[in-house]
């Protein structure tokens, strides 16, 4: 084929009409679903979800291939998102937060940067603090200080527990961390147990997680509310009257406060789906217009009301993502705070 031949069939494939456009994309091939996480797991449920659900709202309804890629933290995707894929419009990939969370806290294994990520959609979830305070009015500031420092059961900085750290140590309450407990089940036994007097519930399912705390004692105390269209943080439909942490108190540093800002951010996402950065803007729309209606179709949407999770649109996600630039402006004095405060370095 010559040069004037291909120039030539280039421009007819223009004139194509919308729907034979969509056919031709079809033919030429599957499209690729990155999914942070092994086969089975939390992330490669909702990767499944959607593949099936996008391809259905896809211009061609090309079949979308979900590949589980890496643990369950989501770094290896997210590398392989940022260093490996082209943006063609080809590949997307759905993360888990916790991919975040490593990239905030300085991660060794982070080769990514999401504040650079396109954004299609997010799915959020809660996050509470919940403590054994006495009954009669709703824990405050004060009764927090009282019992500093607070024993509070985590996961390590290195997970959501650290939105629930720097929002405590946001507001000036000492804590003794008592680490290694992982995912609300240990947190609820340690706390029944009388091993911590606090626990951050911050995942699917949190108001069924708090069912159990609640009948022993616990009271929430804050939330990490809900993301807003503009990436300031809104209160959370699932616990009205529930606080915000800056509601408790001012901040007693900047570095707190914007540090805090953005672990929230990070710990509000459950899962997040993007597309790398340089992606061509009809690509992004093809995309962007197919998970939105996966979003609204009613296999997701029962997915979601079952997990407490809330579908958010792209521009939603892409404002949490940018709360998240402090980093690397902010990130050596952060890994300083979290090793002194808590004797944590990064993996």
């Known amino acids: 084929m010559d040069r004037r031949y291909f120039l030539s069939a280039l421009a007819g494939a223009a004139m194509l009409p919308r729907w034979a456009r969509a056919q031709a994309l ?3 091939g599957p499209l690729n679903l990155l999914v942070g996480g092994p086969e089975a797991g939390q992330a490669s449920r909702w990767g499944n979800a959607f593949a099936l659900a996008m391809a259905n709202a896809y211009p061609g309804s090309p079949n979308i291939v979900a590949e589980p890629v ?10 392989r998102l940022d260093t490996q894929v082209m943006p063609d419009g080809r590949t997307a990939a ?6 975040l969370i490593a ?24 996050g509470v603090l919940m403590l054994r305070a006495p009954s009669g009015s709703p824990p405050s500031l004060a009764t927090l200080q ?3 420092p607070l024993r509070l059961g985590a996961a390590q900085p290195q997970s959501t527990d650290l939105a629930a750290l720097l929002g405590l140590a946001r507001l000036g309450v000492r804590t003794e961390p008592v680490f290694g407990l992982h995912g609300s089940a240990e947190k609820t036994q340690a706390f029944i147990a009388g091993a911590v007097d606090a626990v951050f519930i911050c995942d699917e399912g949190t108001p069924e997680d708090l069912t159990p705390l609640q009948a022993s004692g616990a009271r929430p105390v804050f939330c990490i509310g809900a993301p807003g269209p503009d990436g300031a943080a809104l209160p959370d439909p699932q616990f009205p009257g529930l606080p915000l942490v800056p509601a408790l108190g001012p901040a007693v540093s ?3 406060d914007s540090a805090y800002e953005a672990a929230a951010a990070a710990a509000r996402l459950d899962f997040l789906l993007v597309l790398p950065r340089l992606t061509d803007p ?5 995309w962007r217009v197919a998970a939105q209606a996966a979003a609204a179709s009613p296999a997701v949407q029962a997915a979601a009301e079952a997990s407490s999770v809330s579908l958010q649109p792209a521009t939603v996600l892409a404002n949490s993502l940018t709360t998240l630039s402090i980093i690397p402006a902010e990130q050596s004095q952060l890994m300083a705070f979290l090793a002194k405060a808590y004797g944590w370095q990064p993996g």
Not at 103 to 126: E, M, Q
Not at 282 to 286: D, E, S
Request: aromatic share 6%; with cysteine.
């Open 26 to 28: 079809a033919a030429s």
């Open 70 to 79: 890496g643990g369950l933290d989501g770094v290896s995707c997210a590398n």
């Open 94 to 99: 759905l993360l888990p937060g916790a991919a």
């Open 103 to 126: 990239y905030l806290t300085g991660d060794s294994r982070v080769h990514f940067d999401p504040t650079r990520w396109t954004s299609l959609l997010a799915g959020c979830n809660s």
């Open 146 to 148: 009282a019992m500093a």
């Open 254 to 256: 900047p570095l707190l």
């Open 282 to 286: 009809a690509a992004v729309a093809r």
